[in-house]
């Protein structure tokens, strides 16, 4: 990674260089995209398609180093990635449209990754937030867990409390200035992933006075 | 009612100089249009035809007395002198700068208001029954659970962003009077065997352009597990619902395409996670919270009054009044009041500077200081007493809030449309003015009795124009305003759409549409039957093929 470009990363509340490296799927031959009503169907239901054998075969990833790689490229290779994955240098990327459940489905234990991250595509698709949240409450995750893609300060604050401690902050904008959308609210109402309890379970609020 | 504490107010203010720094953000060039939207959208903030339109939250339509006169202050300075009371019991603002917003937020913040989730894909504000507390026929008084789901629903993380908006409405009387059915979620509390307060949910009611009544998920839920139940099917519908195609993308979408069984049990599989966890409301909070809406200060007051029965016997024009626009109340001696924001000739639901101000005047002399917003477009002085209802009637009269017209054809429900919204297909304003003119012989009116208009400008149907007895929505076809017209819509228990009754027409016929639909009516109707009621009876035919009587005889000439 060159030194000239500025860091993008939020981690532990502070900025600080990435170390790990994003796998993607290879584009073979013409990418189709799939459109309805103008817009790129992000809908499971209405036939994302998963990556295709192809491209999961065609996947090059990094000999060495720490990598992020898809979640369709980890099941299927799953053999051949053991062993970077005991050397703790192996994470797995998944997109919104994916379900939780098929990265939980045969691996009991995530905690087996030292990260986790979420890709997406546009920021107004909240299905990050749930994935955050299952993979935090419903599969007690508990190491890294990243954002990356379309991820801007106005969410930040979202994004953490929904189990989140590492923003890949949009290659355009500041992440200096993104550090302080994780400080909007000082005291949340409900509880969520990083104070479990509503606010009336951590404090002793005020009964009625008038 | 519900007093902020420190906490309350702490998030109102974040929020404010979070808007603040957003807005100067966007101003600066520093967010786009496209990422600024959701933002100023989860404000409350639209961009309009004429200007941006605020729209600011009134949680379950109660306000206090100086907190309408914050509004009436801030329609002043920041608008023209008038505000518009919306069907979900908001207040809108037509005319602010975008500049001037973020004031417009701090003002609101020094009196415990705000405008957090007005709009936007997220939890919006949750309305309820604008009698609730008073009405004879309530089981329940559901603000203390309204309060507590809107601290929950308040930048509740997890559905921030979902793939639509998601209107909660809660009701406690025998009566519906908040639309439950027509709610993505609905929430009708009741008394189990047992005695212990429960909850009937509903789920995938909308109007809009699929208007559908909600279905019944569960028959009796514990008051205890209503957030994390209400959790539980906003996961389901945020990783699931429609996000390709926002015409699409409402939970009852979601809810007709599983069906309702196969979405019950992954709502009841989220759930069985969620069950009993941290946000399980506790005893103790709820009568933290419910200690701010006990029973007002009553007087011990005999059931009658001398005065007021004697202004009654002498004054048919108060006596009109008391007819329409004074409710039965649980407490002897007391009475509701609507103040009527329909008279004719001003747009549905506003009301000036001026009218606001004497509201509050009204409410702190003789409604214990709170008034009520309701989703038919009043205000409501909910704890009047008898002997003070001819002085009140006097001053609302002078002010042009007292047209007794409450529940009749006149009291017309109705959204800003093409005027002023840029989402209408054509106006909703000038038809009902023109209704209101047409009908505008008091005692006609009285004669036709109990009837709801509704007129929304497009099908996004703020004006609820489904479950109006009449409803009209304005259409476009080729470039100009058409009106569709359904009848047999009703709001309540026995909630039901309308039917279209044929081809849509042009907006100088709506008067004369609307009188031959009451002609139908007046011919069929029997002894103390309302028009809704004629219509369930005899069904759409006679009534359609009296108002199209004339156009199917000019298409027969053409022919000639």
């Not at chain 1, 999961?56 to 099941?75: F, H, Q, R, Y």
């Not at chain 1, 990083?194 to 009964?207: I, K, M, S, T, Y």
């Not at chain 2, 699931?240 to 049990?265: C, M, P, Q, T, W």
């Not at chain 2, 009520?372 to 001053?395: F, G, K, M, P």
């Amino acid at each position: 990674m060159s030194n000239a470009t500025p860091k993008q990363l939020i981690h532990g509340n502070q900025i600080v260089a990435d170390q790990w490296t994003l796998v993607k799927l290879p584009v073979l031959g013409e990418e189709v995209v799939r459109k309805q009503a103008g817009k790129v169907v992000l809908f499971k239901l209405t036939g994302e398609p998963g990556a295709s054998a192809e491209q999961i075969a065609a996947t090059e990833i990094p000999a060495s180093g720490k990598v992020i790689v898809p979640l369709s490229v980890w099941l299927a290779r799953k053999a051949e990635l053991q062993e970077r994955l005991a050397k703790g240098e192996l994470g797995v990327w998944l997109a919104t449209h994916e379900v939780v459940e098929a990265l939980a489905a045969d691996q009991a234990d995530l905690n087996v990754f030292p990260l986790i991250a979420v890709f997406v595509e546009r920021f107004a698709d909240g299905r990050i937030f749930s994935i955050g949240n299952l993979l935090r409450t419903r599969h007690a995750y508990k190491n890294e867990l990243r954002a990356f893609g379309d991820v801007l300060r106005d969410q930040l604050f979202f994004l953490k409390r929904c189990g989140y401690d590492s923003y890949l902050i949009r290659a355009d904008r500041s992440a200096e200035d993104a550090l302080a959308g994780l400080q909007d609210f000082s005291e949340p109402y409900q509880g969520a992933v990083d104070l479990a309890e509503p606010v009336w379970r951590r404090r002793q609020r005020n009964g009625a006075t008038a | 009612m519900y007093k902020y504490d420190e906490i309350d107010q702490a998030i109102v203010n974040e929020r404010v100089a979070q808007y603040r720094d957003q807005t100067r953000r966007y101003l600066a060039g520093e967010l786009s249009d496209e990422e600024f939207r959701p933002l100023r959208l989860q404000n409350g903030l639209y961009i309009q035809r004429h200007a941006p339109m605020l729209r600011i939250a009134i949680p379950y339509g109660t306000l206090a007395s100086y907190q309408l006169r914050k509004l009436a202050e801030i329609t002043r300075r920041y608008d023209r002198g008038y505000g518009h009371f919306s069907t979900r019991q908001n207040l809108q603002l037509n005319w602010p700068r975008l500049e001037d917003t973020p004031d417009i937020l701090a003002e609101l913040a020094t009196v415990q208001m705000h405008a957090i989730q007005t709009s936007g894909n997220c939890i919006r504000n949750i309305t309820t029954d604008q009698f609730a507390g008073i009405a004879p026929d309530e089981i329940i008084d559901p603000r203390a659970v309204a309060e507590i789901m809107r601290q929950w629903s308040t930048f509740h993380p997890e559905f921030a962003l979902l793939p639509r908006k998601f209107k909660i409405a809660v009701s406690g009387s025998q009566q519906d009077r908040a639309l439950v059915q027509a709610h993505d979620i609905g929430l009708e509390f009741f008394y189990d065997a047992d005695h212990k307060m429960a909850i009937k949910v509903w789920v995938g009611g909308g109007l809009g352009r699929t208007p559908i009544l909600g279905t019944v998920i569960n028959e009796q839920l514990e008051w205890q597990h209503v957030l994390t139940y209400c959790e539980a099917i906003i996961r389901v519908y945020n990783l699931h619902g429609r996000r390709d195609n926002s015409y699409k993308a409402r939970i009852k979408i979601l809810v007709k395409a599983l069906g309702i069984d196969e979405f019950r049990r992954q709502v009841d599989a989220e759930w069985a996670n969620l069950k009993d966890g941290p946000n399980t409301i506790t005893e103790a909070e709820l009568e933290r919270v419910a200690h701010h809406f006990t029973r007002m200060p009553y007087d011990t007051l005999p059931a009658h009054d001398a005065s007021f029965d004697a202004a009654i016997a002498s004054n048919p024009a108060f006596a009109a009044w008391v007819k329409r626009c004074v409710h039965a109340h649980r407490e002897p001696g007391y009475r509701a009041v609507t103040l009527s924001l329909k008279p004719y000739g001003v747009a549905p639901g506003d009301a000036t500077t001026e009218q606001m101000q004497v509201v509050a005047d009204l409410a702190d002399r003789y409604s214990f200081n709170e008034l009520r917003v309701s989703h038919e477009q009043n205000l409501i002085l909910t704890d009047v007493r008898l002997s003070d209802l001819y002085a009140l009637w006097e001053t609302a009269r002078a002010h042009g809030l007292a047209t007794p017209n409450i529940g009749l054809l006149t009291d017309i429900i109705c959204c800003p449309g093409g005027d002023f919204c840029s989402l209408a297909n054509a106006k909703s304003i000038p038809i009902a003015e023109a209704i209101q003119r047409q009908f505008d012989n008091l005692d006609y009116l009285h004669d036709i009795g109990d009837l709801e208009l509704n007129i929304s400008g497009c099908m996004n149907a703020c004006g609820h124009h489904h479950i109006g007895h009449i409803g009209i929505l304005g259409v476009d076809k080729d470039g100009s305003e058409w009106y569709q017209v359904t009848i047999g819509g009703k709001q309540g228990s026995d909630a039901s759409l309308g039917t279209v009754i044929g081809p849509a027409f042009s907006a100088d016929e709506m008067p004369g549409v609307v009188q031959r639909l009451i002609d139908v009516y007046i011919a069929q109707r029997s002894d103390e039957e309302r028009f809704i009621d004629t219509v369930r009876r005899i069904g759409v035919a006679p009534f359609k093929e009296y108002v199209y009587a004339d156009k199917a005889g000019k298409k027969e000439a053409a022919h000639v």
